[in-house]
Nanobody, 114 residues
Framework: QAQLVESGGGLVEPGGSLRLSCAAS????????MSWYRQAPGKGRELIGT????????IYADSVKGRFTISRDNAKNTLYLQLNSLQPEDTAVYYCFCPGRGSWGQGTQVTVSS
């Protein structure tokens, strides 16, 4: 059974950084593009970006471009999201998603506050 499990969220001050992980099991992420989403309180789910299965042309939302970086370690079957220069408006639950399988993780909370 395909499963995605996010980790690494927490409370961080404005300007801080976090690194989120998404560990996959039951399938190999190397076959698929992978995405990160987030959902802020009272808002819909927002696509942060998608990393292709091959190559380096990751696509990012304008709201995070230059601050967030998606990467993958196929050997570890893990997807990552590096969050830098965090602001209060980045507070949300962050989810990983495999479009090719329709699989979502349970999410990890990121709270940016002083």
């Amino acid at each position: 059974q395909a499963q995605l499990v996010e980790s690494g969220g927490g409370l961080v001050e404005p300007g801080g950084s976090l690194r989120l992980s998404c560990a996959a099991s039951g399938f190999s992420i190397r076959m698929y593009p992978m995405s990160w989403y987030r959902q802020a309180p009272g808002k819909g789910r927002e696509l942060i970006g998608t990393i292709p299965s091959v190559g380096v042309n990751t696509i990012y939302a304008d709201s995070v471009k230059g601050r967030f970086t998606i990467s993958r370690d196929n050997a570890k079957n893990t997807l990552y999201l590096q969050l830098n220069s965090l602001q209060p408006e980045d507070t949300a639950v962050y989810y990983c998603f495999c479009p090719g399988r329709g699989s979502w993780g349970q999410g990890t909370q990121v709270t940016v506050s002083s």
